[in-house]
């Protein structure tokens, strides 16, 4: 796989399983004081909704309520592949070059990327 370059940070290379599910985490460090404006780009973006096209499975935008600049974005994709194709989408180009000005230069954002090995969800599907 590919060494994925990606607005605001890059992911090194990994080897997985075709067809493993994955947990994606992001961790963003805003400006101080700019944490609400970060939590809105994302809500007038509909960043998370804007990722589903491009198979995102689900997401969540939270913060930390004892560090008002951090933020994480969890999201769970069918494949890495798929998650390779939101990374490099211009429509999360877009989106980016938005959040970039509300970031932290100092903390660049932190990705983890897991293998999904067990679930459980009390969820219902809609």
Request: charged share 25%.
């Amino acid at each position: 796989m590919p060494r994925i370059r990606a607005t605001g940070y890059s992911i090194p290379e990994r080897r997985t399983e075709a067809g493993t599910v994955i947990r994606t985490m992001l961790k963003l460090r805003a400006i101080p004081d700019r944490r609400p404006a970060l939590i809105d780009h994302y809500r007038e973006h509909r960043v998370l909704a804007a990722s589903a096209p491009y198979g995102c499975l689900s997401g969540e935008l939270a913060v930390d309520p004892n560090n008002d600049q951090a933020a994480f974005v969890t999201s769970r994709w069918p494949s890495a592949a798929a998650y390779e194709d939101w990374l490099s989408s211009p429509v999360r180009d877009g989106i980016m070059r938005g959040l970039q000005e509300l970031l932290d230069p100092s903390h660049p954002p932190e990705i983890q990327i897991l293998d999904v090995i067990d679930e459980v969800s009390t969820e219902e599907s809609s």
